[in-house]
């Protein structure tokens, strides 16, 4: 279970400093679909997105992601399944607080393709997740950013692995 941060405390530090974050994105084994979750809170409330959240202090990027993702999934990912993949700046209006405090994240994600279909167990984060075409024009534009960058990479990978073999 993540920690909680004092509530005055937490806005604070919304009002004066970027909070570091941890997604993660799913993809199939084809790399043509990614699994996104519909969120229940702000920011991004109403919007398929990635699982993710806060770093904790002591954490690598690494535990962050498997942990964040242990929490709203219920799932223990295998870190060799895990690939880094980079950092994005994620500005947002609205927090939980309201519009007046916003959020400012710098997310750095991992991507994680699937071999077979999780059994998935939402948190409270989330009411559904649904696989959506990796090019689908609808997705939130820091998913599609995400996404873009996760794929580059992930090919990358994947012919480096192929040309060994």
Known sequence: MRKNIEEGLYKKILKNIPIPTIDVLIFNNSLNKTLLFLRKNSPVKGEYYSIGGRLEKGESLLEGAINNFLDETGIKIDEENLYPIGTINEIFEETSFGKK???????????????????????????????????????????KEKIRKSLDLLSKK????????
């Open 101 to 143: 405090w916003g959020v400012h994240s710098v997310n750095y994600y991992f991507a994680w393709k699937l071999e077979k279909e999780p059994k998935i167990k939402l948190d409270g984060q989330h009411s559904e997740c649904k696989w959506f075409d990796v090019n689908d024009p609808n997705l939130h534009p820091y998913m």
């Open 158 to 165: 994947i012919r480096k692995i192929r040309e060994v073999n």
